[in-house]
C-alpha cells in the first residue's frame, strides 16, 4: 500500500517571504500522480498544483512551484512571496494510475502553514 | 469551475439515531464519489468508494453497515450515520469527479455532532 509522509506537522513563514514544505512518499508504482491540497479554516479541500509521474518537469502554478524527486519519493512544495491568505493546512496526496483501485487519493498528515506580518 | 455541494454542513443527532449526508455535482456528472473522515487536526481517511449504479467499496475497518452509502444517480450519493454514537462525531467530506482522468472536487463537508 501506498503511504505518504509530512514530517512538518507546523511551518511558519512571514509574508512575502519563500517556504517549502516537504513531503516524501512510498509506492512500488511507476505511473501515478501526487497533488498539494489546501485546507483553509473553512474546511473546503482546495486544489494547488498537480503532479505527473512521467513528467520530468516539475509542476508550476503561479507562486506554488513543486519539486518532484521521483528516485527519491519526494515532492516538495514551495510557496513564493507568502501571502496572509496562504495560511491553511496543506496536504499532500498520492494517486496510483492503476484503474483497478478506482484511482483514490492518499493524503499525507498534513502541515500547518502559518503566515506572520 | 466544478461544484460539489454537500449539505448540511452542520448537524447534531441524539445518540441512537441515524443521519444522511447529500453529496451532489452541481454541473457534471460524477461517475465516482468519495466519502472521506477527518478527525480534529488530522489527515483525510476514505471511507468508502462509490459508483453510480453500483455497491459501494469500503476501506478496511469501515463498518458498511452503520456508514451505508448510496449512489443513486450520476449527481447524488448519500452517506447514513445509522445508530450514531458520539465517537462518530466528526468532520465527513465528499469529493466526486466526472471520469478517471479528471480531478476530484470538494464538498465543503459536513461536521456531525451525536450528543
Known amino acids: 500500500a501506498q503511504t505518504v509522509t509530512q514530517s512538518q506537522p507546523e511551518m511558519s513563514v512571514q509574508e512575502a517571504e519563500t517556504v517549502t514544505l516537504s513531503c516524501t512518499y512510498d509506492?512500488?508504482?511507476?505511473?501515478?500522480?501526487l497533488f498539494w491540497y489546501k485546507q483553509p479554516p473553512s474546511r473546503q479541500m482546495i486544489l494547488v498544483i498537480r503532479q505527473e509521474a512521467y513528467k520530468q518537469q516539475n509542476a508550476t502554478e503561479n507562486r506554488f512551484s513543486v519539486n518532484f524527486q521521483k528516485a527519491a519519493k519526494s515532492f516538495s512544495l514551495k510557496i513564493s512571496d507568502s501571502q496572509l491568505g496562504d495560511a491553511a493546512m496543506y496536504f499532500c496526496a498520492y494517486r496510483t494510475e492503476n484503474t483497478g483501485t478506482a484511482s483514490k487519493l492518499t493524503f499525507g498528515t498534513g502541515t500547518r502553514l502559518q503566515v506572520t506580518l | 469551475g466544478a461544484v460539489v455541494s454537500q449539505h448540511p454542513s452542520r448537524v447534531i443527532c441524539k445518540s441512537g439515531t441515524s443521519v444522511k449526508i447529500e453529496c451532489r455535482s452541481l454541473?457534471?456528472?460524477?461517475?465516482?464519489m468519495f466519502w472521506y473522515r477527518q478527525f480534529p487536526k488530522q489527515s483525510l481517511m476514505l471511507m468508502a468508494t462509490?459508483?453510480?449504479?453500483?455497491?459501494?467499496?469500503?476501506e478496511q475497518g469501515v463498518e458498511k453497515d452503520k456508514f451505508l452509502i448510496n449512489h443513486a444517480s450520476l449527481t447524488l450519493s448519500t452517506l447514513t450515520v445509522t445508530s450514531a454514537h458520539p465517537e462518530d462525531s466528526s468532520f465527513y467530506i465528499c469529493s466526486a469527479r466526472r471520469d478517471y482522468n479528471s480531478p476530484l472536487h470538494f464538498g465543503n463537508g459536513t461536521r456531525l455532532t451525536v450528543t
Open positions: 509506492t512500488s508504482e511507476s505511473d501515478y500522480y
Open positions: 454541473d457534471f456528472q460524477a461517475t465516482t
Open positions: 462509490s459508483n453510480e449504479g453500483s455497491k459501494a467499496t469500503y
